[in-house]
C-alpha cells in the first residue's frame, strides 16, 4: 500500500516570508496527485493536483507545487504568504489505474500559522 | 448550487448507542467515501462506493457500518463496538469510473463533528 510523508508537522511563518511544504510518497508506478487545505472552520478544498504533463502545477491563491518523480517528491510553494493562508495543508496521492483508483491516501497534515 | 451535504455539523452521543451520519450529494458522481479525521493524523479511509448498492471496506472500517440504496446518499452508521468513535468524519465524492483521470479527484463535504460522551 502507498504511503504519504509530510515532513513538518506546523510551520510558522511571517507574512510575506516563501513557503514550502515537503510532500514525500511511496510508490513506484503512475500516479496522480493533490494538495487540499482546510482553512479553520471551513471544509477540504483542492489546492492543485497534477495528473500528467508539465511536473510545475499551479493553483488556487497563488500556490504551486513541483512533481519531481525522481524524488517520489510533490512540494507545495508559494513566494509570499498571507495571513489568510493560515490553515491545514494535505498532500494526497493515488495510484492511477485508468478506471478510478478510489483509494486515496493522505499525509498526516502540515498546519500553516502566518503572523501578521 | 452542486455540492456535498453532511448533517449534523456537530452531534453528541452516548456510550454505546449507535448513531447515524448522513451524506448527500447534487453532484451526479456516482463514487462517495467517508474518512475518519483525527488531529496529527491526516484524514484516513473508512469506507467507499463505487456505485449504487456496491461499497467497499477501506482502512478503518472495524465499528463502522455504511449503505448506498441511492446515487445521492451515503449515510454511515458508528456503531457501538466503534472503540474510540470520537473524531471529525468528512464524507467526499468522485466522478467515478468513467471520468478518466479525474475520477480520481474527490470533493469534500463540511464535517461532522462525533463526540460520544
Known amino acids: 500500500a502507498q504511503s504519504v510523508s509530510q515532513h513538518n508537522h506546523h510551520v510558522i511563518l511571517s507574512e510575506a516570508a516563501s513557503l514550502e511544504l515537503g510532500c514525500n510518497y511511496s510508490y513506484g508506478g503512475t500516479v496522480n496527485l493533490f494538495w487540499y487545505v482546510q482553512y479553520p472552520g471551513q471544509h477540504l478544498q483542492l489546492l492543485l493536483k497534477y495528473f500528467s504533463g508539465d511536473p510545475l502545477v499551479k493553483g488556487i491563491k497563488g500556490f504551486e507545487a513541483e512533481f519531481i518523480k525522481s524524488k517520489f517528491s510533490f512540494n507545495l510553494r508559494k513566494p509570499s504568504v498571507q495571513w489568510s493562508d493560515t490553515a491545514e495543508y494535505f498532500c494526497a496521492v493515488t495510484p492511477y489505474s485508468g478506471a478510478g483508483s478510489y483509494q486515496l491516501t493522505f499525509g498526516k497534515g502540515t498546519k500553516l500559522s502566518v503572523i501578521p | 448550487d452542486g455540492g456535498i451535504t453532511q448533517s449534523p455539523k456537530y452531534l453528541f452521543r452516548k456510550e454505546g448507542q449507535n448513531v447515524t451520519l448522513s451524506c448527500e450529494q447534487n453532484?451526479?458522481?456516482?463514487?462517495m467515501y467517508w474518512y475518519r479525521q483525527d488531529p496529527g493524523q491526516g484524514l484516513r479511509l473508512i469506507y467507499y462506493?463505487?456505485?449504487?448498492?456496491?461499497?467497499q471496506k477501506g482502512d478503518i472500517a472495524e465499528g463502522y457500518s455504511v449503505s448506498r440504496e441511492k446515487k445521492e446518499s451515503f449515510p454511515l452508521t458508528v456503531t457501538s463496538a466503534q472503540k474510540n468513535p470520537t473524531a471529525f468524519y468528512l464524507c467526499a465524492s468522485s466522478i467515478g469510473r468513467f471520468g478518466g483521470r479525474a475520477s480520481d479527484e474527490q470533493f469534500f463535504g463540511p464535517g461532522t463533528r462525533l463526540t460520544v460522551l
Open positions: 462506493s463505487q456505485i449504487v448498492n456496491d461499497f
Open positions: 453532484l451526479n458522481h456516482d463514487a
